[in-house]
């Protein structure tokens, strides 16, 4: 935070998540810059990994919508990271499974986060660290106040306004 931060934003719990989510976001993606992947590439293989998810079940844990996901699946794919299979209990669906490759970009790529995260955590004295993470699994986790928006519906698509040339 800013030294010049006024004393009513330094109190303010969005300011403050909001603050630390966008400098941890700069420093994964100034971190995983070398391996040539971004943060939701990464988010979405170590996520893929987890078991057999499906596109939709993967865009919703990385908290992607359908179109970002498509497209950073392609990318992942071009890239011989992931490949698509047809799910064998839906014949609509595709399981994303990371191939080998990809498995050892996020083992690399966890090296990075972890010491990322290591850094960050390094801040609080040892006896605050745990505090702090067991509170935010325990806000943002299944069941959790801050688990899913409580109050905000789908995003609403508006057509541009189209120039006739």
Sequence with gaps: MKPETPAELAADLMFLLNQATYALA???SAGLTHLGVSTRDYCVLLTAQTGELTQKELGDLCSLDKTTM???IDGLERAGLAVRQPSSTDRRARIVQVTDKGRDLVKEAREIVDGIYAGILDELPARERSVFVDSLVRLV????RLAEPSHVGPAIRRR????VN
């Design 26 to 28: 700069t420093d994964m």
């Design 141 to 144: 986790g299944a069941g959790g």
């Design 70 to 72: 498509v497209v950073t």
């Design 160 to 163: 541009g306004t189209r120039s």
